[in-house]
């Protein structure tokens, strides 16, 4: 009699990501995607033209694991340019398959079973199934609307002996909140008295409005030294399907990422590489210009969606705008997106994903714009009808 293949059990403690169920729904209904954070715009012509020149040239085999020299020479000299901090590219470098690898790497790298890792919530979904892989102990702090606070006691009641690390994602996924310099501080404050690593996931760090400020944790007092620095090329330079990210630590901590790194995946595609080098290269303007884009782009599909009976929290850094869907009278987030997606024909991100509890998220809707003015245009004319489409008891839509 043949045994069952079985699953692991780590494997049963998380599900499929929402965020690609709901790509699938929109690709379904036909419905324009607000969902998966990704632009349906072309990237930056000199990184193509390098990328193209790269494989013509038959840069086909691995690079050095940890990075391409010309990458990582590349990156810290830009990292200087905007933060002031030097890393050393032979020994503070790891160049990995996107943050994504760079934050699962650096968990298993750092983090034994048992230990807790502070995460603010509402979270970039990665960082619960990330915490789960590597047998941590997830401790959540709440960031409060409408400009997404924490509470300083809650953060300091958090940490404990058990404590090995904190992720802090800023400007933030989902909230488009960008920490502030004091709110840094305050972390750092508790990282140097517990003896806690700080990973910090900046991978949004030139997509800012209104003046905000973008902050490093590692730039702060004491902090160089027991930092993480996690960014990467998808998101400044529109080209999420390149799988290119990078991490910044002290030389220890870098050593122990390495080796996690290696034996997962052994190296990012090495003509990619030769892209990121020059696009790292790319002048000041390059940053203005983008963050100017995203900030038309935001400008345009705020009042879209107030218009259409959503209450927003505008966002001040990144490409997501969380939204209050409780004036709508659905039961949850899910029967709504659901709805939403397959009536009106846009695809959102239920709020609930990003919390422990799904019942805090459970009247919260995230939308992306990281779309063509056309293609928010077109979200627009259907939003338009949600008012009109609405059934008559939206209470009994349970998710299902
Ligand atoms: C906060 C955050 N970190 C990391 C990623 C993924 O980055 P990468 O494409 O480099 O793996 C995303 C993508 O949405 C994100 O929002």
């Given at each position: ?7 692991s059990q780590r494997s049963l403690r998380f599900t499929e990501s929402v965020i690609r169920e709901?790509?699938?729904l929109a690709q379904q209904h036909g419905a324009v995607n607000l969902s998966q954070g990704f ?14 020149r790269a494989v013509a040239a038959d840069v086909n085999q691995y690079a050095i694991t940890w ?334």
């Amino acid at each position: 009699m043949s045994r069952h293949a079985r699953v692991s059990q780590r494997s049963l403690r998380f599900t499929e990501s929402v965020i690609r169920e709901m790509t699938r729904l929109a690709q379904q209904h036909g419905a324009v995607n607000l969902s998966q954070g990704f632009p349906d715009f072309p990237a930056p012509e000199p990184l193509k033209a390098e990328a193209a020149r790269a494989v013509a040239a038959d840069v086909n085999q691995y690079a050095i694991t940890w990075g391409a020299k010309r990458l990582r020479d590349a990156l810290v000299a830009k990292h200087e340019r905007f933060t002031g901090l030097a890393f050393d590219p032979e020994r503070e470098v790891t160049v990995c398959c996107g943050a994504t690898e760079c934050m699962a790497s650096t968990l298993l790298a750092l983090v034994d079973p048992g230990d807790e890792v502070i995460v603010f919530e509402p979270y970039y979904e990665n960082y619960g199934p990330d915490a789960i892989l590597c047998g941590a102990v997830p401790r959540f702090v709440r960031l409060r609307e409408p400009d997404w606070g924490f509470d300083p006691i809650e953060l300091a009641v958090a940490f404990n002996d058990r404590t090995r690390a904190i992720v802090v994602n800023t400007p933030n996924n989902p909230t488009g909140k960008v920490f502030s310099r004091g709110e840094l501080e305050q972390i750092a404050t508790l990282c140097q008295k517990w003896g806690v690593v700080a990973i910090t996931d900046e991978i949004y760090e030139h997509i800012l409005y209104d003046g905000a400020e973008h902050v490093s944790l590692a730039s702060l007092p004491g902090m160089r030294e027991r930092t993480v620095t996690i960014s990467g090329l998808s998101k400044t330079w529109s080209v999420t399907g390149w799988r290119i990210g990078w991490c910044l630590a002290p030389p220890e901590l870098t050593g122990a990422i390495r080796k996690v790194h290696d034996f997962l995946t052994v190296g990012a595609p090495a003509p990619l590489q030769e892209a990121a080098a020059a696009a790292l290269a790319m002048p000041a303007e390059y940053y203005t210009a983008l963050a100017a884009g995203y900030r038309q782009r935001r400008d345009q599909l705020l009042p879209v969606l107030a218009d259409a009976g959503f209450r927003t929290f505008p966002p001040r850094g990144a490409y997501y705008v969380m939204t209050d869907i409780s004036g709508f009278g659905f039961a949850d987030d899910v029967s709504f997106a659901r709805w939403l997606v397959a009536e009106v024909g846009v695809a959102a991100v239920p709020g609930s994903s990003f919390y422990s509890d799904p019942s805090a998220g459970s009247q919260r809707l995230r939308f992306h714009f990281a779309r063509r003015r056309e293609t928010l245009e077109a979200a627009a004319d259907r939003l338009q009808s949600l008012r009109s489409r609405l059934p008559a008891r939206p209470e009994s839509l349970l998710r299902g």
